[in-house]
């Protein structure tokens, strides 16, 4: 189940805005310590604060974005340093292009 905040963001880019909205204090999401996030605070700019029914809309979107962003880091962590990547490339292109493909189907994006 993707979160608020990815739901949110998702909303924000179908009405044409980003997610900088969020950033700047515009929307804000809170718990009450209920463990319950909901959008406490709405002042976006020609967007009505999104509905329940809207934002559950956005599951699969959100569930897809959240699940890409983690299979990256999880990409990113088995890459390597740049500068370590730059001197295999120089070294074996071929033997580098093979492992990143090993990366990547190990951790396929959606």
């Known amino acids: 189940m993707a979160s608020l905040h990815t739901k949110v963001k998702k909303y924000l880019e179908a009405n044409d805005k980003t997610d900088a909205e969020l950033y700047n204090e515009n929307i804000i999401l809170a718990d009450d310590g209920d463990g319950v996030v909901y959008i406490r605070t709405w002042n976006v700019d020609g967007v009505t604060k999104p509905t329940q029914a809207q934002l559950d809309a956005l599951e699969t ?30 070294t074996d292109i071929d033997a580098w292009k093979t492992r990143i493909a090993a990366i990547k189907a190990k951790y396929p994006k959606r």
């Open 61 to 90: 979107e959100a569930d897809d974005y959240e699940y890409n962003n983690s299979q990256i880091q999880k990409r990113i962590a088995e890459y390597g340093p740049w500068k370590d990547q730059l001197d295999e490339i120089y």
